[in-house]
């Protein structure tokens, strides 16, 4: 039987002289040459001046996904998209009501159009914040919308609790703790938001 051979070399795997014809087949000048084949390659695979090699052989999809929202909107689920409608449109009569009644003159208050914007992730449609109160909504991942508030020595509480109580606000609207505290949380979105966010009456 013939002995088996290297695939690479070609030498007979079973042979006395395995170890020295390996040895002659990869001498110092073999080194070399390999050695300048590699630093070549290598200089090959290093960054250029505007395609870094990750991108060039591994590239990153840049597409930004959909808004969950459009999604949403286009599912056969006619009930629940009635029901999303309802929901947005009780979410900025909530808003309106604030505006119109409770904020103070040149009280402070972030909001944000989120709903063609994809710099925030796909789930958010809308924020707004005022030193007293934490309103947001969002689509979730079951194609539904959510709300999530919140309240801060609040003088008008109880009325916008009141607003909170028919449909479809008192299943999709949900109080959260803002983390560290209320307070923080509101004087670093005043710090990290952009200006035109930033409103005041």
Same mark, same amino acid.
């Given at each position: ?13 079973? @042979? ?7 040895? &002659? ?10 050695? +300048?084949?590699?630093? &070549? +390659?290598?200089?090959?695979? !290093? ?9 060039? +052989?591994?590239? #990153? ?5 959909? %808004?969950?929202?459009? #999604? ?22 909530? #808003?309106?009501?604030? %505006?119109?009644?409770?904020? !103070? ?9 989120? !709903? ?5 992730? @796909? /789930?958010?449609? +809308?924020?707004?914040?005022?030193? *007293? ?19 801060? *020595? ?9 607003? /909170? ?10 109080? %959260? ?13 005043? %710090? ?10």
């Amino acid at each position: 039987m013939a002995s088996p051979k290297c695939a690479c070399t070609g030498i007979s795997l079973n @042979s006395k002289t395995a170890a020295q014809a390996l040895s &002659n087949h990869f001498s110092p000048k073999s080194e070399t040459i390999i050695t +300048h084949l590699t630093h &070549n +390659h290598m200089k090959e695979l !290093k960054q250029s001046d505007d395609k870094p090699i990750i991108n060039t +052989h591994y590239p #990153i999809n840049q597409r930004q996904p959909t %808004k969950r929202w459009v #999604i949403a909107q286009a599912r056969p689920e006619k009930l629940t998209v009635m029901q999303n409608n309802c929901t947005e449109v009780a979410y900025h009569s909530v #808003i309106d009501a604030v %505006k119109k009644l409770h904020l !103070k003159p040149n009280e402070v208050y972030y909001e944000r159009d989120l !709903k063609n914007d994809k710099s925030q992730g @796909s /789930l958010g449609m +809308h924020s707004f914040m005022t030193p *007293n109160f934490y309103w947001v909504l969002y689509c979730e991942f079951t194609y539904t919308y959510a709300i999530d508030f919140a309240f801060y *020595n609040c003088p008008y509480e109880s009325e916008l609790r009141t607003m /909170l109580r028919p449909f479809p606000l008192d299943r999709q609207a949900k109080e %959260k703790e803002l983390q560290p505290n209320f307070k923080t949380f509101y004087q670093n979105v005043l %710090k990290i938001q952009d200006p035109a966010f930033l409103h005041s009456l």
